[in-house]
C-alpha cells in the first residue's frame, strides 16, 4: 500500500507537468474538447470532497471551494525536494497572460506565454531543441514554468515528486516557490545552473537563488497539476507561490542543467488545463 501510494503520488505530481507558439507536428483540439475535459472534471469532483485545484488565473480571486487547510511554512523552513518545470506557463497573470491555444488536449503546445517583446538576437534559435523525448524540447523564445516544490517531511532533493515523501511523514505539507521564465540566446541572461543551485540553510535543503525581486508573489491553496488531472480533480494539498513578474534566462544553461541535476530532468512537463470552475477553486486573500 505505501509502496502503491508513492507511486501514484510520484506519477500524479511529477507532471506539476511547462512555448513561444504552437508545437510543430501537434493536432490542436477545438475548443469543445476541452469543455468536454471541464465538465468530466467538475462531474466527478465537485460533490466528491475534493480540495481546491491548480493552476488558475491569479487575475481571478473569487473562489468558493469549502475545503479548507492552513498554508504551508515559508520555503525557509522546508526542504526543497524537487525542481522541474512545464512548456507553457500553466497559470495566468502577471506578464505570462498570453494564451497559446488549446494544444493537443493532452497538455502539449498549451499554456500562457511571456507578454513582453523580445529582441531578434534574443530569440535566435539554438543549432537544435534541447530535451528529450518527442514533446517538451525548448527553443529560443519559449516561456516555461519552474516548480521549486518544498516539503515538511525530513528528505532530500530527488527525482519525480516522489522525493517529497519520507516514511516518518505520510501526510506532508507542500510548497511550490514558482517563477515563470522566458528563454533567450543570450549568454548575460540569468543562469538556470545558478538559480537551481542547492544547500543546505539551518538544516534545510534550500535553493538559495529563487527569484525575490520579481514582484509580490500572489499566495494561494491548490493542488498538483499536469494533464492527468484535466478530468479527474489531484487529491494533494499544496501551497503556491507565484511570482507575477518574468525572467530571461538563458537557453544554453538550462541545457547545461539537463546534463547533471539530481532530479534527473531532461525535458519540459505538459501543462494541465487552467482550471476555472469557482467550486473547485480556492478565495485569494488580498
Not at 150 to 177: F, I, K, W, Y
Request: net charge negative.
Amino acid at each position: 500500500m505505501e509502496l502503491k501510494f508513492k507511486k501514484s503520488f510520484a506519477l500524479g505530481v511529477a507532471l506539476f507537468a511547462p512555448i513561444s507558439g504552437f508545437a510543430a507536428g501537434l493536432t490542436e483540439v477545438g475548443d469543445e474538447v476541452i469543455a468536454q475535459q471541464r465538465a468530466a472534471l467538475a462531474a466527478s469532483s465537485v460533490e466528491a470532497g475534493f480540495g481546491p485545484q491548480a493552476p488558475r488565473d491569479l487575475r481571478n480571486s473569487e473562489g468558493s471551494n469549502k475545503r479548507i487547510f492552513g498554508m504551508a511554512p515559508a520555503a525557509s523552513q522546508m526542504n526543497l525536494c524537487n525542481i522541474h518545470f512545464h512548456k507553457g506557463a500553466e497559470h495566468a497573470g502577471g506578464e505570462f497572460t498570453k494564451f497559446l491555444g488549446n494544444g493537443d488536449g493532452a497538455g502539449h503546445g498549451t499554456g500562457y506565454a511571456y507578454d513582453g517583446d523580445l529582441t531578434e538576437a534574443e530569440l535566435t534559435p539554438i543549432a537544435a531543441p534541447i530535451g528529450t523525448g518527442e514533446h517538451g524540447k525548448l527553443q529560443s523564445g519559449d516561456t516555461i514554468e519552474v516548480h521549486f516544490v518544498h516539503t515538511s517531511a525530513d528528505v532530500v532533493p530527488g527525482p519525480t515528486l516522489g522525493a517529497c515523501l519520507a516514511d516518518s511523514n505520510g501526510n506532508p505539507q507542500l510548497r511550490v516557490e514558482t517563477q515563470v521564465m522566458v528563454l533567450v540566446n543570450d549568454a548575460s541572461a540569468q543562469n538556470f545552473e545558478s538559480l537551481a543551485q542547492l544547500n543546505e540553510v539551518d538544516g534545510y535543503w534550500q535553493a538559495p537563488n529563487v527569484p525575490s525581486d520579481t514582484g509580490t508573489p500572489i499566495l494561494y491553496t491548490g493542488s498538483t497539476t499536469g494533464p492527468s488531472y484535466n478530468e479527474v480533480a489531484s487529491p494533494f494539498e499544496v501551497t503556491w507561490s507565484v511570482r507575477p513578474e518574468v525572467i530571461k534566462v538563458d537557453i544554453n544553461s538550462v541545457a547545461a542543467w539537463y546534463e547533471d541535476n539530481v532530479f534527473e530532468e531532461d525535458h519540459a512537463h505538459a501543462v494541465r488545463n487552467l482550471v476555472v470552475n469557482p467550486a473547485l477553486l480556492s478565495r485569494i486573500s488580498k
